[in-house]
């Protein structure tokens, strides 16, 4: 097999790549689980979409190599539709050759045949894909390293032997139309052995009506004297279907009986498997097999012989590659549902950090947008990460957006470096080589640390795992003490992570957290900026601006809305 066997439309023929796994807590923080179960109900499929956006690696080239497969599948549905039938027909031909045998079984010729039609189907699958990925509208790098890989395939010598080589094989098995079978019987008429009289390029077809029921009516009188066939036997097809079955009408015949395979009632009938009763072959069809391969042995062996010198070019080779196109081909179909709704979807662009290592526009949570039937309930934002927007103190009222934003920016990564589209209008990043969240815990899962250990352990798991190139997302991070231990704590955590340089949105109630921005900024290189979800009279705008955290006016403006004053309480004031 000519080039590497290790292609993948993940990533480049030839890179070598380095991934962070996802874990499972920040898969579930981030809504992935959900997204997953949103863009297939087949369990399987979901499982191949979670193993790749699990796996991050912050090369560009990578993300940008998928980004482009993406575009390429998802803007030509009729390629798609195509490769979906071709691969149906590749799986089934593939999971046939997963058909178990006994360590000490040879291939029968029943299975050799299947093997037959697996290579021939091979054949057709590699015209169908070189045809398919020949369309002039493809041009990801992608899908033309793969269409070149195939044309390697196509080309190369020994596939041009292996269609040769088959359809003389194929046409060699096709002239056998039927076999004459030779049962000898025991004193009491059981069959104690079988062998094969001659193999014939024609079928046998019933004798006349009349003449067959006479010799019927007369054949327990008619004993044939010696074993040679005078070439006068007459053929009566074996009915299975009626009483007594197959070993029953062998019961009753004082002779050899000839018999024809074309009507497969042998393979289908499981009566057979009485005539070798105890020698532990629990299949009729598997002890038939064992039977015509001896019978059969020349052509078994040149069947055999043929298909050998091609065990380096089996289909699984491309079957490998259709869950990857799965993966894709799923997401085109779910996106272009989203988009059909009026969600914006779009490309996104991954370059080596920088200066600025990224820049949304446009962008909102995509979890939260497969619970929405229209898109003008989505409230859009902007937002950047440079050297003066390392970390975001988010601060904002309660239910006023700060979780969703934070978990809309990681979707925004984990999407991208998956290599699918992004909900935003724009989106342009250096890719992360990993994302960690610090949601809040289950109980169950803080009762030996208590809730702030159990903090302070994962927290410091996640310091000593992330780096400058890392994702950090905080979720109300050491809030379940008092303010002031808990600010002590954060304040401590936030230096750290700008030392490190760490890409970082810290959504808080603290607001002095995001008031002290500047303070916890100072004599290090990169900068912590306050965040905040604007207020809009008391009522959620769900807004994100830099600015200092309103503070107090939140709790004046919803104080109003719910008529708590002082004033209001106690009716001194104006209501």
Known sequence: MPGEKNFSLLFPRGTKVNYKRLDE???????????????????????????????LTSDP?????????????????????????????????????????????????????????????????????????SDERIRSRGLKDFKAYIDEVYSDAHFHELKKDLEKVTKDASEIQSVTIGINVNSRLEAVSMGLISVNNKPFKKSNIVSNIAESLSSGDKINNGNEWDGDMHYRQVDASKDGGIVAQFEGLAKFQAASTSGNFLIRNQTI???????????????????????????????????????????????????????????????????????????????????????ARGFYNFKLALNLSDSKELVLNDLDFDS?????????????GKTTSTQGIGLLFALAQGGVFVPADSFEFAPADCIYTHFPADEDKTMDL??????????????????????????????????????YIACDSVKALLTK???????????????????????????????????????????????????????????????????????????
């Open 25 to 55: 807590a920040s898969f579930h923080d981030l809504g992935l689980d959900v997204i997953c179960k949103g863009v297939t109900s087949e369990p399987k499929e979901q499982v191949v979409i979670s193993e790749i956006l699990s796996n």
């Open 61 to 133: 080239d990578v993300t940008n190599y998928r980004q482009e497969v993406f575009e390429d599948l998802k803007g030509l549905p009729d390629v798609r539709a195509k490769l979906v039938e071709l691969f149906d027909k590749i799986e089934f031909n593939k999971n046939f050759g997963t058909l178990k045998k006994s360590k000490d079984e040879v291939e029968g010729l029943w299975y050799l045949m299947h093997r037959l039609n697996q290579y021939r189907d091979y054949i057709t699958c590699v015209d169908a894909l070189k045809d398919c990925l």
């Open 273 to 359: 498997s009485s005539i070798v009763s105890g020698d532990g072959v629990s299949s009729s069809t598997f002890y038939l097999d064992n039977i015509l391969n001896k019978m059969l042995d020349t052509l078994a062996k040149n069947l055999r012989r043929t298909l050998d010198k091609y065990s380096d070019m089996a289909i699984g080779i491309i079957a490998d590659m259709i869950p990857e196109f799965v993966y894709y081909i799923r997401f085109a179909e779910f996106m272009a549902k989203l988009e059909k709704k009026g969600f914006k979807l779009s490309k996104a662009t991954a370059f080596a950090d920088s200066e600025v290592a990224m820049k």
């Open 388 to 400: 003066d927007h390392r970390i975001y103190i988010l601060t904002g009222a309660n239910r006023g």
């Open 450 to 487: 208590g809730r702030l250990g159990e903090e302070c352990v994962r927290f410091k798991d996640i310091y000593s795992s992330c780096t400058d190139s890392s994702l950090v997302l905080m979720n109300e991070t050491f809030s379940t003490t008092s303010f002031e231990e808990g600010y």
């Open 501 to 575: 340089n760490v890409r970082t949105i810290y959504n808080t109630h603290m607001h002095k957290l995001g008031i002290d921005c500047a303070e916890l900024s100072a004599g290090l290189p990169a900068k912590a900026a306050s965040l905040i979800v604007k207020s809009d009279g008391g009522n959620r705008s769900f807004k994100l601006e830099v600015a200092p955290p309103e503070g107090s006016s939140y709790a004046a403006d919803i104080a109003k809305k719910y008529g708590v004053t002082y004033e209001m309480l106690t009716g001194k004031g104006d209501a």
